[in-house]
């Protein structure tokens, strides 16, 4: 009995810590943030990525005694977990926050439907291009490498050890930067041809002023129209540059993970 109790006096609080980043990175992580996933689910994936976590990890350094100094350990984790979830989880943001710009240009916005990862209302093409993003995260197994990434984070940066220093603030900010790269690249096409077919109806209703009323519907005609041809064109090139965002940013989040340990060896 004496031998049980401090073996559960030794592992228990090393896994509130595991728990406590898991918590963190199911926060904000693409597929396991999915709002649709019940609590009790959700609860037991937790559980048991911990439980792989805890039989993989290292050793680690004496947790503290004292109950503030412990909450503030467990806070920390989950910090770290909600940053490696953050950072896999912009590129999934950044492209529907593309697809609902080009879904604007296109005229439409006025069909807003909800996002059921997100329970956010935005346009249909926003929901189209998020959409798209998590089944090729899927396909070619994203959430596993997102797993082991969590798993190998305890390697490199042992429990108690994250601290938040300018290096690692400056990794965050980097992949926040990419949001508007992503976002631009993947909506620049959209809105450029849309944009050109808008001038050429106004040129026309220039020339033509007598016919106002086909101009009007010409108008209404060929921005969703142009719109929906041309994403049917780039929907290769868009699986295309998800799958290669989504791997750059599994590389990003190694990185962030080995600048946090680095900086934890300090």
């Known amino acids: 009995m004496e031998a049980l109790v401090a073996y559960l006096a030794l592992t228990v ?22 709002r649709n996933l019940p609590a009790p689910v959700r609860m037991s994936l937790i559980a048991g990525i911990s439980l792989v976590a805890m039989t993989q990890m290292p ?16 806070m920390t984790e989950l910090a770290l977990g909600f940053i490696l ?31 059921p990862f997100t329970k956010t209302n935005v346009n249909a093409m926003g929901t189209f291009y998020f959409n798209i993003a998590i089944l090729i995260f899927m ?10 990434g969590f798993v190998q984070s305890f390697a490199l940066v042992p429990i108690g050890s994250f601290v938040l220093s300018p290096a690692v603030g400056a990794q965050v900010i980097l992949a926040s930067g990419a949001f508007l790269a ?24 220039k020339v033509a002023q007598q016919a106002s009323s086909l101009t009007q519907d010409l ?27 989504a791997e750059q940013n599994m590389k990003d989040m190694h990185r962030f993970l080995q600048v946090a340990g680095e900086n934890s060896k300090r």
């Open 59 to 74: 050793a680690t350094a004496a947790l503290p005694q004292q109950l503030l100094g412990f909450v503030i350990v467990a």
């Open 13 to 34: 609080p090393t896994f509130i810590m595991v728990v406590s980043r898991a918590i963190g990175l199911f926060m904000q992580a693409p597929v396991l943030s999915n």
């Open 219 to 245: 108008v209404t005609i060929a921005k969703p129209v142009s719109g929906l041809i041309l994403l049917l064109l780039l929907l290769p090139n868009l699986m295309s540059m998800t799958h290669q965002y």
């Open 182 to 205: 992503i976002t631009i690249q993947l909506a620049l096409p959209m809105v450029t041809v849309v944009f050109v077919a808008e001038l050429g109806v106004g040129y026309m209703s």
């Open 85 to 115: 979830g953050y950072s896999a989880n912009i590129m999934f943001l950044a492209i529907q926050s593309a697809g609902e710009l080009g879904g604007v240009q296109a005229g439409l916005s006025s069909a807003s439907v909800q996002n």
């Open 139 to 148: 396909v070619f197994g994203g959430h596993l490498w997102l797993i082991g």
